[in-house]
């Protein structure tokens, strides 16, 4: 249930109706030149953290029967520990 309710609210911030007026996640996406998302940033939303989510994993789990897209990126962080990150988008 929680797992469903988090895939539709990230699919809602990724839709047009919200990314028509939501300019925070607009820019976001529009930033990267192959519009992908850090999921830093979907942790990040009041309505995600009152979900209780805080890892890039139940994000990934949520959306694994989504029209998203997902990949991890890996490195390191500046002081030498490795580190990798959770990325969404839309389907190209």
């Known amino acids: 249930e929680r797992l469903i309710s988090l895939r539709r ?3 809602y911030y990724f839709s047009d109706k919200n990314l028509s007026s939501d300019t925070f996640f ?5 930033s990267n030149p192959e519009g992908w ?5 979907i942790l990040g939303c009041n309505r995600v ?7 890039d994993v139940e994000i990934e789990s949520a ?4 029209d ?5 990126l890996f490195g390191e962080t500046s002081s030498g520990e490795s580190h990798k990150s959770l990325q969404v988008r839309r389907k190209l």
Not at 26 to 30: A, F, V
Not at 63 to 66: A, K, P, Q
Request: no cysteine.
């Open 9 to 11: 609210q990230i699919e």
């Open 26 to 30: 607009h820019e976001k996406i529009s």
């Open 37 to 41: 998302l850090d999921a830093s940033w």
């Open 49 to 55: 953290k009152q979900m209780q989510v805080n890892s």
């Open 63 to 66: 959306l694994v029967e989504s």
């Open 68 to 72: 998203l897209e997902l990949q991890w």
